[in-house]
């Protein structure tokens, strides 16, 4: 066998493989696609598939909120160590208040006064100008208390928020990272470079959504 032939070998190989890669990948997209709209029609949601240049992913639309599982590329070349493509699963629904910040504390190692800085910088970028005013609220678990921090402006609505299907919820995606969020903007709860696939992990996040309504707080 000479050189060329086996180059050529290598290249039909190399090709056959990208193909069946290709096509594994279609097939399973086409599975969970079939999964998520039988999911949205037995609990009466409507299912919008986001096929877009640089976005794939679902919507799933209720009469109250909306859940996007969305895959973006920036369309820019990937550096090295880095990646151009980002994850995100949000639950959103129009309604507002009187602003609250539930999210994974920044350190277990207190910092002083560097660490408040840092808090104070992580509040600004997470919610602008509405970052101004708020106080930490010591609420929930002790266990809690160590992985996630409450911000807000009226600490006495907060206290509605934490139950055990609140803290249970939030402690088992702490791998998610999720930030419960209200502003002049809506309620939100964020899972940060994740997107949800399990239909039981879907239900889970809406159901702490329908929470989150539930509350006058």
Not at 26 to 39: D, G, H, P, V
Not at 198 to 212: N, Q, S, V, W, Y
């Given at each position: 066998m000479n050189d060329i032939t086996l180059s050529l070998l290598v290249i039909l190989a190399t090709g056959l493989l990208v193909i069946l890669i290709f096509v594994l990948v279609?097939?399973?997209?086409?599975?969970?696609?079939?999964?998520?709209?039988?999911?949205a029609l037995e609990r009466g949601w409507r299912l919008e598939l986001?096929?877009?240049?640089?976005?794939?992913?679902?919507?799933?639309?209720?009469?109250?909120?909306?859940?996007?599982?969305?895959?973006?590329?920036?369309?820019?070349?990937?550096?090295e160590g880095s990646s151009n493509v980002t994850a995100s699963t949000v639950w959103k629904a129009p309604v507002t208040?009187?602003?609250?910040?539930?999210?994974?504390?920044?350190?277990?190692i207190s910092l002083g006064?560097?660490?408040?800085?840092?808090?104070?910088?992580?509040?600004q970028m997470a919610l602008g100008e509405e970052a101004e005013g708020l106080e930490e609220v010591k609420a929930g678990s002790e266990e809690f208390q160590k992985r996630?921090?409450?911000?807000?402006?009226?600490?006495?609505?907060?206290?509605?928020?934490?139950?055990?299907?609140?803290e249970s919820t939030l402690l088992n995606w702490s791998k998610y990272a999720p930030m419960v969020k209200r502003t002049a903007q809506g309620l939100s709860v964020e899972l940060r470079n994740s997107r949800l696939k399990?239909?039981?992990?879907?239900?889970?996040?809406?159901?702490?959504?329908?929470?989150?309504?539930a509350l006058d707080f």
């Open positions: 279609r097939r399973n997209r086409s599975e969970q696609e079939k999964r998520l709209a039988q999911m986001v096929k877009e240049r640089l976005v794939y992913g679902q919507r799933f639309h209720h009469r109250d909120w909306v859940i996007e599982l969305l895959t973006q590329s920036s369309g820019k070349p990937e550096a208040g009187s602003t609250v910040l539930v999210g994974p504390r920044t350190t277990q006064g560097f660490g408040e800085t840092i808090t104070r910088q992580l509040l996630y921090m409450i911000w807000a402006k009226d600490p006495e609505l907060v206290i509605r928020l934490i139950n055990p299907f609140f399990k239909p039981e992990d879907i239900d889970t996040l809406a159901k702490l959504g329908e929470f989150l309504l």
